[in-house]
């Protein structure tokens, strides 16, 4: 993979150990103006995303270097998307989100580098792979702009984020509320295994919290070669076009 100069700093720490933000007092700080500002968020993230028809979300840690396997795995296939057409969307950090923009942009195809970013007071935490990218202040609204349409959604190891973000998916295809023809693909074994493992065997079989097909929403795999075979079959979403 070809070498991309970085095009801008950005603050490589997980979200976790930044600063905390100061709150003044103001009129911004009134519900009133707080719901306004949720709204102008959603309204702003959809019409930045309304026009991005074929793309792929990427979750993983923040923490990975650049040295690791998992960073490695994810930049391969944030270029095999690119190659393919894909867009790559990730939430904009370091780590695995870094990765999977970088391999996108790296890969020269048709589709594009994207990133969903947090606002911070000090400075953009944006990675500097990103080419098209939009920031938002909350959280909330930041995660359903990364579930927003995606023809997949691929997990590699991470923190309580990752696995919040698989649960909610998850949770959605279980209730119906989204297809179960959009593939969720938890990439890397030696990570996901175990916590695959207490699903069937506690929430499933000691406890019966959910059922037995439940276990089918999401596939299990250990290279990007696997996702991208998986991700290529998969079939187009138009319910948001």
Known sequence: MAETPLKRGSINIPASLLPQEEQEEDFRASPHWRVLRIQAEFIEGWN?????????????????PENSVWYRETRKLGEMLSNAGFSVVTGGGPGIMEAGNRGAMEGGGKGDSIGLDIQLPYEQRVNPYVEKGIGFHYFFVRKVMLAYSAQAYVYFPGGF???????????LVQTKKMSDKIPMILVGKDFWQPFVDWIEKTMLNQYQAI?????????????AEEAFAIIKKSPRRTEFG
Request: a negative charge.
């Open 48 to 64: 930045f995303l309304a026009d991005i028809k074929k793309s792929v979300t990427i979750f993983g840690s923040a923490r990975f």
């Open 211 to 223: 059922s037995a097909e439940d276990l089918h929403i999401f596939q299990l795999v250990d290279s």
């Open 161 to 171: 984020g990752t696995i919040d973000e698989l649960s909610e998916l998850v949770t």
